[in-house]
Every structure is written in C-alpha cells, then in structure tokens.
C-alpha cells in the first residue's frame, strides 16, 4: 500500500476538465514538493510537473499542478485521447529517507 | 538532448545478485545538483524508487531494499550500475533509471530511460 494516495481511476470526455488528486503526510507532501508524472501503457514515465506547480519546456499549459497542505492536485483541462494514461504523484518522505510514488490513476478518455 | 539507456540481463534466477548499468548523455554526474536514481514497476503496479547517487557522491537507498542495493558511478564512462542481491520472483519488474534535477532546494526526477525489463524465475 502506497504511502502516499491517489484514486485509482477518473475519466472525463474529449474537451473537458479533469482534475487527479495525490494525499500524503506532513512528512511527505506537507514539507516537499510534488512532482507528477505520465505514464501511457508500455512506456516510460514523463516528467509533467515538478515543484509542485512548474511545468518541463514541451508539456502544454492544459497541465496544471497545485499543493495545499498535504495534498497535491493535478488539473488537465481540455483533454484530449492522446492524454489517456496512467498518473503518478511522488514526493520525497522525509521519515523514509526517500522518494514516495502515489498508486496512480488510470486516466480515461470517453 | 539528455537520454538514459538501461542494459543488464533479462532473466535471473532466484538468489543471483542482479547488476543494471545506466548509461547516459548529455549531462554530467561532476556537476553540481545532478544526480541519477533507479525506480522500478512490477508489471500492473505502481512505481518503486530504489537508490540515487549524487555528483558529490552521497548515496540513498529505499529503506525497505537498503541491505540489497549498492549504487556506484562511473563518472568518466558516464555510467552508474546498481546491484542488487539475493533476487527473488517478487522482484521481477522493471527497472528504470532517471536523471535527477534539482530546483532550488528540492530533487526531482527528470528524464528517464525506456527501462529494462527483469525476470526473476528458475
């Protein structure tokens, strides 16, 4: 089980919004920056947001992320099928010594 | 252009120790904030951080794996190996290395290899 929690699943239409939330600790998410990434089946994960609201040179500005307190969201709007994929959170634990990885959520696209 | 590109074998058996080699471009592991981690992904499951080691030569390991991880760089052969010992089927998974990048006072993994996949099986 995954110290830090995602919802399994979400799924929205072409065109709409979606938004995939990633829950931790005061020792993970509520003193550390969140990163997340996409993960298409059969792939290597990509970098979509670092620091918890920076986005890498190439990743569309439909990507958006946010932290508040111990949680983290990550917000996709406009979504389109090239976007159905797996999401993952993660964060560096500070009790652990270590990086954390949420369970991730399948992300599909109606 | 950064890449990453892991090799090592496809298929172990129970009990041999496991050694994966990270070679990379266009960065280098003599700067400073730079840094190259192993993650890994049974098949189906979420992704697992591993060990990273940093330009200046610190090393961490995930807790729960510590006494079987040893990561070492090579930095004039732009490579890092990890090796793991005493593998077992639940470690078939795989494995990947990534570039850490830093962003004022925090870590982040960047860009990451294609991976390479490990089967743990007599």
């Known amino acids: 089980q995954s110290v830090v929690t995602q919802p399994p699943s979400a799924s929205a239409t072409p065109g709409q919004g979606v938004t995939i939330s990633c829950s931790g600790s005061s020792s993970n998410i509520g003193s550390n920056a969140v990163n997340w990434y996409q993960q298409v089946p059969g792939t290597a994960p990509k970098l979509l947001i670092y620091t918890n609201d920076q986005r890498p040179s190439g990743v569309p500005d439909r990507f958006s992320g946010s932290k508040s307190g111990t949680s983290a969201s990550l917000a996709i709007s406009g979504l389109q099928s090239e976007d159905e994929a797996d999401y993952f959170c993660a964060a560096w634990d500070g009790s652990l010594n270590g990086w954390v990885f949420g369970g991730g959520t399948k992300l599909t696209v109606l | 252009q950064i890449t990453l590109k892991e090799s090592g074998p496809t298929l172990v058996k129970p009990t041999q120790t496991l050694t994966l080699t990270c070679t990379f471009s266009?960065?280098?592991?003599?700067?400073?904030?730079?840094?190259v981690a192993w993650v890994r992904q049974p098949p189906g499951k979420t992704l697992e951080w591993l060990a990273v080691?940093?330009?200046?030569?610190?090393?961490l390991y995930s807790r729960s794996l510590k006494s079987r991880l040893t990561i070492t760089k090579d930095t004039s052969k732009n490579e890092v190996v990890l090796a793991m010992t005493g593998m077992d089927p639940v470690d078939t998974a795989t494995y990947y290395c990534?570039?850490?990048?830093?962003?004022?006072?925090?870590?982040?993994?960047?860009?990451w290899g294609r991976g390479t996949t490990v089967t743990v099986s007599s």
């Open positions: 266009g960065f280098s592991l003599t700067t400073s904030g730079m840094g």
């Open positions: 990534a570039q850490i990048s830093r962003n004022y006072f925090y870590y982040y993994m960047n860009v």
């Open positions: 080691i940093y330009w200046d030569d610190d090393t």
